[in-house]
């Protein structure tokens, strides 16, 4: 897919459809707006280096970096989604708490949601939580159903309030987003490789 | 969409319901081959958690995967003009 796109000959008109990935051709718009905003985070932090270049600083920084990413991909949305608004009420909250930080590197009393991924040291797999009396063999479709929702709702930002319909309309939106910003972000990370 | 508030388990719309999780199952790149194949709802919703998951871990490495290129390879300036191009086309 990446090589496909930076083999892909420059001299390939400018009417040319755009090769996007994704289900949806009206997200390109906002795929390049993050791109244009997460570049510009990019910018701001290779001008800051840290003075260790240790791998504690860089686990730090790539953390910084991942939160800036769904930052960005949640300001390219802007308010029309409730997963977008749910992850900048969140991230904002953080940020006025640490108001000395300017990007998101130095986050640490901030407790993580699982829909922005969970950091490699603090793994707590939630088993069982949802558990009836009955055991799986029993569960008929609707029990199925219902845990399987619940999953969907953590993962998903603002899932938790949501009714069935807007959770699987957001779901679907956030889902061709979040395949957008990876894109983005691999077509950067091949681009200096 | 009328009548969100109203969507509560004993009032569902199936059909509505199974709409939207038709086009989610769109977007899944394991399911949406198999097109004359039924696939079941809590499939496709399973799929989707694991898909959300699978693109979470993508962008965590993939950070971690520019933040390295960043210390080892000196990037001071990036090119937006380029990577735009490189995204349209």
Request: some cysteine; hydrophobic content about 35%; charged content about 30%.
């Amino acid at each position: 897919m990446i090589l496909d796109l930076c083999s892909s000959s420059r001299a390939h008109t400018p009417n040319m459809t755009p090769i996007i990935p994704t289900a949806n051709n009206p997200a390109s718009a906002t795929k390049l707006r993050f791109a244009r905003r997460f570049l510009r985070s990019l910018s701001k932090m290779s001008k800051t280096r840290p003075s260790c270049p240790s791998s504690i600083c860089v686990k730090k920084r790539s953390e910084g970096l991942k939160m800036a990413a769904y930052w960005c991909m949640a300001r390219s949305v802007g308010s029309r989604r409730a997963w977008s608004r749910a992850i900048l009420m969140k991230l904002s909250r953080g940020r006025q708490q640490h108001p000395h930080h300017h990007n998101f590197s130095m986050k640490r009393k901030i407790r993580r949601p699982t829909w922005l991924g969970k950091t490699k040291k603090k793994q707590k797999k939630k088993r069982n939580i949802t558990c009836s009396s009955s055991s799986y063999d029993d569960e008929d479709e609707e029990e199925i159903m219902k845990r399987q929702t619940e999953k969907l709702r953590e993962v998903v930002p603002g899932g938790k309030l949501m009714d069935i319909c807007s959770l699987l309309e957001e779901t679907a939106h956030f889902v061709t987003c979040l395949a957008d910003q990876v894109h983005v972000m691999q077509t950067i990370a091949h681009r200096y490789s | 969409m009328s009548g969100q508030k109203s969507c509560r388990a004993s009032n569902l719309n199936e059909n509505e319901i199974n709409d939207l999780v038709w086009r989610l199952q769109a977007l899944l790149p394991r399911l949406n081959r198999r097109t004359d194949s039924r696939v079941s709802v809590s499939k496709i919703l399973k799929e989707t958690c694991s898909h959300i998951k699978k693109l979470q871990k993508e962008v965590e490495e993939l950070s971690e995967r520019v933040i390295e290129l960043m210390e080892s390879a000196d990037i001071t300036e990036i090119d937006e003009e380029s990577l735009r191009r490189l995204l349209l086309h």
